[in-house]
């Protein structure tokens, strides 16, 4: 079984920067893809960006061309790149494996002035 750990996350203005990670404790082999999912208050848990084993990624409408998700596999860490940042994007933001995991904590992305 996969543990997953996210950190990164805090409060930044619109139009701003972050980096999210993820530590996954078992073997990167171990699942075909990882990806991050997010949710804000009273809204489902939707899925923001994938990355297959092989490298393909898969990215949302709404953080196309903003958001770019990586994976270090010596150190089985994903990351989320966050740029351009809006009030929308507001959310805990949980990592995910596939096939999945059980969920981690999450961390919590709040883009306000």
């Known amino acids: 079984q996969v543990q997953l750990v996210e950190s990164g996350g805090g409060l930044v203005q619109p139009g701003g920067s972050l980096k999210l990670s993820c530590s996954a404790s078992?073997?990167?082999?171990?699942?075909?893809?990882m990806g991050w999912y997010r949710q804000a208050p009273g809204k489902q848990r939707e899925l923001v960006a994938r990355?297959?084993?092989?490298?393909?990624?898969y990215y949302t409408d709404s953080v196309k061309g903003r958001f770019t998700i990586s994976i270090d596999n010596f150190k089985n860490t994903v990351y989320l790149q966050m740029n351009s940042l809006k009030p929308e994007d507001t959310a805990v933001y949980y990592c995910?494996?596939?096939?999945?995991?059980?969920w981690g904590q999450g961390t919590q992305v709040t883009v306000s002035s």
């Open positions: 995910q494996t596939f096939p999945p995991s059980p």
């Open positions: 078992g073997s990167i082999s171990s699942f075909a893809a």
């Open positions: 990355i297959t084993k092989g490298g393909s990624t």
